[in-house]
């Protein structure tokens, strides 16, 4: 059997197809049975809004070849609606507050060990915290806590938190930490020896973080284990730099800066 086109028009009469073009604000085009030439202000169900120089507003149907664009012949059609833009988030997962200044400093600090742990809150949390007027101050150990927290002053409207490394029960962290008996004061912590344990090992590539013999520095001593250049800067430098968000970060550390946070910002 012969196939028939159900189309019955001569192909002379058919209408050469024309293209379809977005009616995006600003395109000029020309409606073709009136002549009138403005460009688009808007675009609604089966109509468009054109505006000529003089500012005079005519709304058309928006008819197939019902236009002229440069003179050639088109079809205008309702622009494509975009994707509802999803919020941006901070390195930690909050929503982002853009065009946010930073809050006057809190009488309350945040107090961490060491440089490293600074920098790796700074990296992660630092959005957070200068919307919140928080500062993060670093302690070189936290031998001398009690005596560093009496100097603080700690009350309800400056309180502290401070972040131990290796707060596990028996450690020499966790009896120092014992001694903090302010209300006023939250001391929290992550189980690893040094805060490098925190970042995940999969972020840097390797499989673990290794064993480090009691008695050894151990950040040399890890250098040493995975290989790298015995020159504990550079692998810091090296570790921070792959840190791009909490989920590089053990959930260890995430919720106790979580905490700190809360402890210091929540009335």
Same mark, same amino acid.
């Given at each position: 059997m012969r196939s028939y086109n159900p189309d019955l028009t001569p192909p002379w009469k058919r209408s050469a197809p024309v293209p379809e073009v977005p009616a995006d604000p600003d395109l000029v085009v020309e409606e073709v049975t009136t $002549? =009138? *030439?403005?460009? #688009? %202000?808007? *675009?609604?169900? $089966? !109509?468009?809004?054109?505006?000529?120089? =003089?500012?005079?507003?005519?709304? =058309?149907? &928006?008819?197939?070849?019902?236009?002229? &664009?440069?003179?050639? +012949? #088109? !079809? &205008? +059609?309702?622009?494509?609606?975009?994707?509802?833009?999803?919020?941006?988030? /901070?390195?930690? $997962?909050? #929503?982002?507050?853009?065009?946010?200044?930073?809050? #006057?400093?809190?009488? $309350?600090? %945040?107090y961490v060990e060491g440089r490293h742990d600074a920098e790796l809150v700074e990296r992660v949390w630092g959005d957070d915290l200068r919307i919140e007027g928080v500062v993060v101050e670093y302690l070189e150990g936290v031998d001398d806590l009690p005596a560093i927290v009496a100097e603080f002053g700690p009350a309800p409207d400056a309180r502290l938190g401070v972040l131990v490394d290796h707060l596990v029960p028996g450690s020499k962290e966790s009896r120092i930490a014992a001694r903090v008996t302010s209300p006023d004061v939250l001391v929290v912590g992550h189980p690893y020896i040094d805060v490098w344990e925190a970042v995940k090992p999969s972020s840097l590539g390797i499989q673990s973080w290794p064993t480090v013999p009691r008695g050894q520095d151990w950040k040399t001593g890890a250098c040493r284990a995975l290989g790298w250049p015995e020159n504990t800067g550079a692998a810091w430098q090296h570790i921070l730099s792959r840190v791009t968000s909490?989920?590089?970060?053990?959930?260890?550390? &995430?919720?106790? +800066?979580?905490?700190? %946070?809360?402890?210091? /910002?929540?009335?």
């Amino acid at each position: 059997m012969r196939s028939y086109n159900p189309d019955l028009t001569p192909p002379w009469k058919r209408s050469a197809p024309v293209p379809e073009v977005p009616a995006d604000p600003d395109l000029v085009v020309e409606e073709v049975t009136t $002549g =009138f *030439c403005g460009a #688009v %202000i808007r *675009c609604e169900a $089966g !109509t468009v809004t054109l505006e000529d120089r =003089f500012g005079k507003h005519r709304v =058309f149907p &928006l008819d197939p070849r019902g236009f002229l &664009l440069e003179g050639r +012949v #088109v !079809t &205008l +059609v309702r622009p494509a609606s975009p994707a509802p833009a999803r919020p941006a988030r /901070t390195a930690s $997962g909050s #929503v982002a507050v853009p065009g946010a200044r930073a809050r #006057v400093a809190r009488a $309350g600090r %945040i107090y961490v060990e060491g440089r490293h742990d600074a920098e790796l809150v700074e990296r992660v949390w630092g959005d957070d915290l200068r919307i919140e007027g928080v500062v993060v101050e670093y302690l070189e150990g936290v031998d001398d806590l009690p005596a560093i927290v009496a100097e603080f002053g700690p009350a309800p409207d400056a309180r502290l938190g401070v972040l131990v490394d290796h707060l596990v029960p028996g450690s020499k962290e966790s009896r120092i930490a014992a001694r903090v008996t302010s209300p006023d004061v939250l001391v929290v912590g992550h189980p690893y020896i040094d805060v490098w344990e925190a970042v995940k090992p999969s972020s840097l590539g390797i499989q673990s973080w290794p064993t480090v013999p009691r008695g050894q520095d151990w950040k040399t001593g890890a250098c040493r284990a995975l290989g790298w250049p015995e020159n504990t800067g550079a692998a810091w430098q090296h570790i921070l730099s792959r840190v791009t968000s909490y989920k590089d970060l053990e959930p260890e550390l &995430l919720g106790a +800066v979580e905490r700190l %946070i809360d402890h210091v /910002t929540v009335p």
